[in-house]
């Protein structure tokens, strides 16, 4: 197998492929890129920057990013909100208004002193397919950092079956989905990042995803922040949990269940991930684990 490593979406995206399909990558490189393109929130003249910028009144939109939206919008609905694209306000207001490697390279900036935004505005995004434009809360920003990452795995997964390529694997950060076994293997073993070493868990079909606050947090006023807003109190999430990773059919959706069950915690989490027959690791503060589901390692 071939292993070929590119940059996009904020993160390492590698893709593993039988080495006669090498050439492959490419057309799975320019994928990333063209998603990036879209839905960066980072570069004002995307069209999720310009999206966001038009909150409070109707904006045309292409094809692409209209379903990307109203597969949030179905995310969100099925998550009862735990999952919430509109969370934008809340993520800048911990100073997370840049790139995440920008972020890292200095200190962020201290919050502002009119308390934090609202969240939960995604029950109030509205979607009309007939004229395929998009109204955002006035206020109101997306962010589909996650999601997005996710679909775009799916993706290129789909772009790789497309070509008859019958055993690859495509990891965007952790986020990461695959085509049929491994050459003379079973099951995929993959890595689960923990500070005290990785757990290893088998898959053999469909994707994994992982949210997790061992990476990306950083200091605010003496403060650690992290990526993970609860949308319930537009703030970091706060517990027990430092990482949850799900497996499902797709990596869209083992990344907004990964996201919901870590903020339920792992009592909570499990029984929303037993009521959808997903399999998911909860690493917790305390170095303990908990595998709810039926993981085969």
Known sequence: MLRQTFPA??????VLVPAEHG???A???ALFASWEATLTRFDPASELSRLNAAAGRPMAVSPFLFEVLAIARRAAEATDGLFDPTLLGPLEA???DRDFADLAAGAAPTPPDHGWPASGGWRSMRLDRDGRSVTLPAGSGLDLGGLAKGMAVDAALGLLSGRKIR???VDAGGDLGVVGRPLGAEAWQIAVEAPDGERVVSLTSGALATSSVWRRHWRQAGVTRHHLIDPRTGLPAEGPVRSVSVAAPTCAQAEV???A???LGPDAGSRFLGQRALPGLFLLSD???YRAGPWTA
């Open 9 to 14: 979406m904020g993160t390492a995206v590698s």
């Open 23 to 25: 050439d492959d990558v």
């Open 27 to 29: 057309s799975v490189e």
């Open 94 to 96: 911990i100073g997370y």
């Open 167 to 169: 055993s690859a694997a």
């Open 257 to 259: 269940a990964a996201k």
């Open 261 to 263: 069950a870590f903020l």
């Open 287 to 289: 170095g303990s684990e």
